[in-house]
């Protein structure tokens, strides 16, 4: 079985007329009579009735013919996607980035960016281990990850894009939540505290435990959770306190005290990274809109913190288009 008996297999299915078919792939009829004959010898069973003056499937060849078209179809794909990888250009890219890339970062690039470049399908996967998503890039999983640092290795190219400071999220009867202006650590020395995993969240966990060690106080830890939105729904039925990036501070979390974090030293930062010998065209002009992003996004964060550092009630003020950096 080859693809050309494959190929006079689906002609002649969908013409069902020999002549037409041979024609359709400028064969000769009796060659492509000649490789149906051929192909169903070696199957074991007939794919098409055939009369002087009409041919049609036999249910098997029915079955058949949607088999062969995925095959086809797959293969065909496979060659276009391979052949764009030799010229340096892909019609898709394979992102993967942390919950703060995925939701508030990323959103307006990919609007941007596919508006531009139509014929590129963009697929994200979520990790929240920096690890992890070099391990992705390394095995060529991923096309370019948003972590962050320090964890790096030879041949994986990092760029920061944002320092991110702390918010502390407050249950709303919280004896802070009127609080005009930021909160310090030694304020929530005897508060209950949602913190994260350090096998899946080990930024924060780190900054969390070294930030209640600077302030000489120790953290009154109840649990650990990975998902942020579980986080703040538990501070919201009043668990705990928890520790949250900056960019959750941009979104529109109505009801939700977030104060900023006295503590300014205490940052996060937040980059990207890709395979330093990756010449993908479509990577480099995705890196374009990223870089010009940073700035933005950097000045969003920056304006957000000063405001909620000055205002009492800011999360009524916001609005939905903040989910975007821009």
Excluded: C
Aim: charged letters at 25%; hydrophobic letters at 45%; glycine letters at 4%.
């Amino acid at each position: 079985m080859d693809l050309r008996q494959l190929r006079a297999f689906v002609a002649v299915a969908e013409e069902l007329h020999f002549r037409t078919a041979a024609e359709r792939l400028g064969m000769a009829q009796a060659a492509i009579s000649t490789k149906i004959k051929d192909l169903e010898s070696e199957l074991g069973f007939k794919l098409f009735f055939r009369t002087t003056r009409h041919v049609s499937l036999t249910q098997a060849g029915a079955v058949f013919l949607e088999s062969v078209r995925d095959t086809l179809n797959t293969l065909e794909n496979g060659v276009a996607a391979a052949s764009a990888a030799a010229d340096n250009r892909l019609d898709r890219l394979r992102i993967g980035g942390i919950d703060g890339a995925l939701i508030w970062y990323l959103p307006p690039i990919l609007r941007d960016f596919t508006a531009k470049f139509p014929s590129v399908s963009p697929t994200m996967t979520e990790s929240s281990s920096s690890q992890d998503q070099i391990d992705s890039l390394e095995s060529h999983h991923i096309d370019i990850a948003f972590f962050r640092p320090p964890t790096m290795r030879p041949g994986v190219k990092f760029e920061l894009l944002l320092q991110e400071r702390i918010y502390v999220a407050l249950p709303r009867n919280h004896r802070l939540a009127t609080r005009t202006g930021p909160v310090s650590i030694k304020e929530l020395a005897d508060d209950p505290v949602i913190s994260y995993p350090i096998h899946a969240r080990p930024h924060l966990n780190r900054l969390i435990v070294n930030g209640f060690a600077k302030a000489g106080v120790r953290p009154k830890i109840i649990m650990e959770v990975i998902d942020k939105f579980t986080t703040l729904q538990l501070v919201a039925r009043g668990i705990g306190v928890a520790f949250v990036p900056e960019w959750i501070g941009a979104l529109y979390l109505p009801n939700m005290p977030l104060r900023p974090l006295a503590e300014e030293d205490l940052t996060l930062q937040f980059g990207v990274a890709w395979r330093e010998n990756d010449r993908n065209e479509t990577l480099r002009e995705f890196l374009i809109p990223v870089r010009e992003h940073a700035a933005s996004g950097q000045k969003k964060l920056d304006d957000i913190w000063a405001s909620r550092s000055e205002q009492q009630d800011w999360a009524s003020n916001l609005d939905h288009r903040s989910w975007d950096t821009e």
